[in-house]
Nanobody, 124 residues
């Protein structure tokens, strides 16, 4: 099983920049898995960002990103995306994608498979 995250980068807060990290999955039947994004900022614990159900109809967001981030998936491409708009310096973190067969969308320990992470840096 491999979850390959990419698409992070460096942007400036308030400049209208956006990022769209993606996570390509292999070795799993992707459409059977709930997918999630988590993030870990320096000196902080990893925390939930967003999750999406198997068909894409169900989504969950952390309060801190609601209205700014959008999670989506393409089951034909085995890929999950995180559209990130109105980025703030506090969004700076390593972003991880994860997969689980269950429906515990926001529970980090419910996710069985994890990607390696992609760095997102938002300068002030």
């Amino acid at each position: 099983v491999q979850l390959q995250a990419s698409g992070g980068g460096l942007v400036q807060a308030g400049a209208g920049d956006s990022l769209r990290p993606s996570c390509a999955a292999s070795g799993i039947t992707f459409r059977q898995f709930t997918m999630g994004w988590f993030r870990q900022a320096p000196a902080k614990e990893r925390g939930f960002v967003a999750a999406i159900g198997r068909s894409g109809d169900t989504t969950y967001y952390a309060d801190s990103v609601k209205g700014r981030f959008t999670i989506s998936r393409d089951n034909d491409k085995n890929t999950v995306y995180l559209e990130m708009n109105s980025l703030k310096p506090e969004d700076t973190a390593v972003y991880f994608c994860a997969a689980q067969l269950g429906l515990y969308y926001t529970k980090e320990n419910a996710y069985a498979y994890w990607g390696q992470g992609t760095q997102v840096t938002v300068s002030s």
